[in-house]
């Protein structure tokens, strides 16, 4: 089965990560899978090949024509059995190029653009959302099946792009206990250490790129209702820059918060922050799934998440909930969690990501996505 996936970029995002992590579950299934990004940003290359994938760069900095002939070409040099296809331009190349090609055509719905919340936050680009869903609705319908990460996604991008719920599956994504690893004294003790938490600190950790969907100008405000409360709290912040990194800073001076909130920037020792912190806050304003909840349930590490739809999905009652966007509500949920009798629930929280969350529960959906979609084209 030779399966010729395209992305966008190989960042270290929640999509890419989830690649990486199938990747070797995927070929020792007798999947050859060859990858092909179109955009400038390789950083899991290394990790994808390691993997066992084939790995081709196609990128180029915008969105030129060429890129529709790259891909075409390099499908038809490979002859794959089917196209599966990850965010916006690869979407739109990646369906469109299959299509042609009279192949099949997996596309994976990993967020939920085009909505109320998301028009809310781009009123300065609002041409360019409309553009690109535009180009998405006319392109979705030469997808022969979608595979959405979560039933929220698949629930909201159904109708956002004209797609019946009967053409999309839903697979989560999973995590490999191995690689994340377990939550001991020890390595909670060190890594406190290296980041130079104090004794009787708290230590409060995010997750995420520094965009407005993510929240975190919401978690900088919630360590300023802290700080007015006199609690001892610090605040990490994982994540690469982004579109509102500025802001974030700006808010740290005003609130004179720098040494309460750190950014600690693109980060490859995420599982190690994890099992270092005592909450783990995820104050995001929409999401398609959330891999660092996954994580952090993997942890035992105790949660607060913004109250939306698709972390009950994922957590259900093993994490304490607060309205997206509402600083106050989120300190007191962290004061509950400080109160609580935290052990069990932790505990239910591993149990649920062994049950659910796992990259071999999950490599195996897809694969079985696989096999339909390739019996459909036999047929």
């Avoid at 913004?306 to 966007?325: C, H």
Wanted: hydrophobic content about 40%.
């Amino acid at each position: 089965m030779r399966v010729f996936y395209l992305i966008d970029s190989l960042v270290t995002g929640g999509a890419e990560q989830s690649l990486v992590g199938m990747a070797p579950h995927l070929i020792e299934k007798g999947v050859e899978l060859h990858v092909v990004y179109l955009l400038p940003e390789r950083k899991l290359e290394p990790a994808l090949r390691d993997g066992g994938a084939y790995v081709y760069d196609l990128s180029m900095p915008s969105l030129p024509i060429q890129q529709f002939g790259s891909v075409r070409r390099k499908i038809a040099d490979l002859q794959p059995d089917l196209v599966h296809t990850t965010l916006f331009r690869a979407d739109v190349i990646g369906r469109t190029v299959g299509r042609l090609a009279r192949l099949p055509v997996l596309t994976t719905l990993a967020n939920v653009p085009y909505g109320r919340e998301q028009r809310r936050y781009a009123a300065r680009r609002q041409s360019e959302v409309l553009s690109k869903h535009f180009f998405d609705l006319a392109t979705a319908q030469f997808a022969t099946r979608f595979h959405a990460n979560s039933h929220a996604v698949a629930e909201a991008m159904g109708p956002r792009l004209l797609v019946p719920a009967s053409r999309i599956d839903v697979v989560w994504r999973g995590r490999d206990p191995v690689l994340l690893g377990r939550r001991t004294d020890e390595r909670h003790r060190a890594v406190r250490r290296r980041l130079g938490v104090r004794e009787g600190e708290r230590m409060v950790l995010c997750v995420g790129r520094h965009d407005r969907q993510k929240g975190l100008d919401t978690a900088i405000e919630t360590a300023a209702v802290f700080r007015e409360r006199r609690t001892p709290v610090r605040l990490f912040i994982a994540g690469r820059d982004g579109k509102q990194t500025s802001e974030l800073k700006r808010l740290i001076d005003s609130h004179r918060l720098r040494e309460q909130v750190v950014l600690l920037g693109d980060r490859d020792d995420v599982p190690d922050l994890l099992a270092a912190a005592d909450v783990f806050l995820f104050p995001s304003r929409w999401e398609g799934m959330g891999g660092s909840v996954i994580e952090a349930m993997a942890l035992e590490v105790p949660m607060v998440l913004s109250d939306l739809v698709v972390t009950r999905e994922v957590a259900g009652d093993t994490a304490e909930y607060a309205p997206p966007g509402d600083p106050v509500a989120f300190a007191d949920a962290l004061e509950r969690v400080q109160i609580v009798e935290t052990a069990d629930r932790v505990l239910r929280a591993r149990r649920r990501f062994e049950q659910l969350f796992t990259v071999e529960g999950s490599a195996q959906g897809i694969f079985e996505l696989y096999c339909r979609l390739l019996d459909r084209k036999r047929a």
